[in-house]
């Protein structure tokens, strides 16, 4: 199985930067797509980026687009997430997602949460000032 550890949360100022990170351990896959999600209370798990291994194919979600970058880092087996010009509104618990194994060929397919099969524990991120 794999395991996945993200660290990086904490408290930024709006129009801030922070990079979360989320290490991948355990079983390894020839190829695989990593996701971010985010979450706050009452509210539904929310796609943010995604990437395939093969391929070098990322996609985000709407509410990120030109303000988030997904990136991996293929030696260290870790995928980030740049997030930059931070709003109070992307303020959530962040969870990293791995599916690994048959990929299919269009990431779109991975901006849904039933498309993963492993989460991690999520890191919180808060924007305020």
């Known amino acids: 199985q794999v395991q996945l550890v993200e660290s990086g949360g904490g408290l930024v100022q709006p129009g801030g930067s922070l990079r979360l990170s989320c290490a991948a351990s355990?079983?390894?896959?020839?190829?695989?797509?990593m996701g971010w999600f985010r979450q706050t209370p009452g509210k539904e798990r929310e796609f943010v980026a995604a990437i395939r291994l093969s391929g070098d194919s990322t996609y985000n979600g709407d509410s990120v687009k030109g303000r988030f970058t997904i990136s991996r880092d293929n030696a260290k087996n870790t995928v980030y997430l740049q997030m930059s010009s931070l709003k109070p509104e992307d303020t959530a618990v962040y969870y990293c997602?791995?599916?690994?194994?048959?990929?299919?060929?269009?990431?779109?397919?991975?901006?849904?949460?039933?498309?993963?099969?492993?989460w991690g524990q999520g890191t919180q991120v808060t924007v305020s000032s």
């Open positions: 355990g079983r390894r896959f020839s190829n695989y797509v």
């Open positions: 997602a791995f599916k690994g194994g048959l990929i299919y060929s269009s990431i779109q397919y991975y901006t849904a949460k039933g498309a993963y099969d492993t």
